[in-house]
């Protein structure tokens, strides 16, 4: 009866520890499939970033004057 009793308690809780890996097991996949998303944005974003600067770099080297150079100073 003890061991009955024993073994169906291991079982219970043998189960529910299944039960919690699947869940996760699941929520690793989703941050997983989130973080490769966002690195594939921010990739994106740093090659943006990146023809961005060039372009602002040869804009100021065709016209010799810094594109900053006519912003106001923040104190304004």
Known sequence: MFLERNNHAMADRLEAIEIKLAHLERA????????????KEL???LDRNQR???KIAAIESESGTSATAYEKPPHY
Do not use: G, P, W
């Open 28 to 39: 690793v996949a989703e941050i997983s499939d989130v973080v490769a998303r966002q690195q």
């Open 43 to 45: 990739d994106r974003a």
């Open 52 to 54: 961005l600067m060039e």
